[in-house]
């Protein structure tokens, strides 16, 4: 039989705040408004890619940062293509840490090269939010 406890002998739960911070910008490519959304970590970043009307989650990479060596694979999506893998790397090797990428655009020639441009152009303004 389970003998009673008073509640001081509880152990207390101690609540911290959370040390994950979202950031959302819009940036425009092809005449429609993108959006992104970082969620920065302690030890990586996950960035999510959408156009402003159609948000999906069709594909995600991940790049880990080991001894400043990429190495990336994709986790959902076609496998065949290899361009969101491509830009996690970079952004791997930009920030220095683990990156998760969804980049749910058209995936073409002329679009990821300008939404590559925009997310680095907002690294570098604001580094602290990556």
Request: proline share 5%.
């Amino acid at each position: 039989m389970d003998t009673p406890t008073r509640d001081s002998e509880k152990p207390a739960i101690i609540f911290k705040p959370s040390t994950f911070t979202l950031h959302t910008f819009h940036g425009q490519v092809n005449n429609r408004r993108i959006v992104f959304q970082v969620i920065k970590m302690k030890t990586s970043t996950f960035v999510c890619v959408n156009y402003e009307d159609e948000f999906h989650f069709s594909n995600l990479s991940l790049v880990l940062n080991s001894n400043n060596k990429p190495i990336g694979t994709q986790l959902v999506g076609n496998l065949s293509e290899y361009d969101t893998e491509t830009m996690a790397m970079g952004l791997c090797k930009k920030l220095k840490k683990n990156v998760y990428l969804s980049c749910n655009l058209d995936n073409d020639r002329f679009t990821l090269p300008v939404v590559l441009k925009q997310l680095i152009n907002e690294i570098n303004t604001f580094p602290e939010k990556f």
